[in-house]
Nanobody, 114 residues
């Protein structure tokens, strides 16, 4: 079973930066297009970004700037978050971009507040 574990969350002032990490098996990153999601409610997740692409809802809501990077050899996916706005507050998860998705990890809570 694929295990996903996010880390790096915290309290960030508006305009600040944060980098989240997602660790999993290197084989998963080499064979699966991964993405970052933000948990909305219950089992609903908003697609935030994948490598080379930020999704329209994230752009429209102007939460900040998001960049996805990965180190397949280390089995780690990153979400670099810059110029963060309070609207970016939430719990962020990594998972497969397309269905079927893996079991969700615990996520990393990011709170943007002064």
């Amino acid at each position: 079973q694929v295990k996903l574990e996010e880390s790096g969350g915290g309290l960030v002032p508006p305009g600040g930066s944060q980098r989240l990490s997602c660790t999993t098996s290197p084989n998963v990153l080499k064979s699966t297009t991964m993405a970052w999601f933000r948990h909305i409610a219950w089992e609903n997740y908003e697609l935030v970004a994948t490598k080379g692409r930020v999704f329209i809802n994230t752009l429209k809501s102007k939460k900040g700037r998001f960049t996805v990077m990965e180190s397949a050899e280390r089995g780690t996916l990153y979400l670099q978050m810059d110029d963060l706005k309070p609207a970016a507050t939430g719990r962020y998860h990594c998972n497969s971009l397309s269905s079927p998705r893996f079991a969700w990890g615990p996520g990393a809570q990011v709170t943007v507040a002064s």
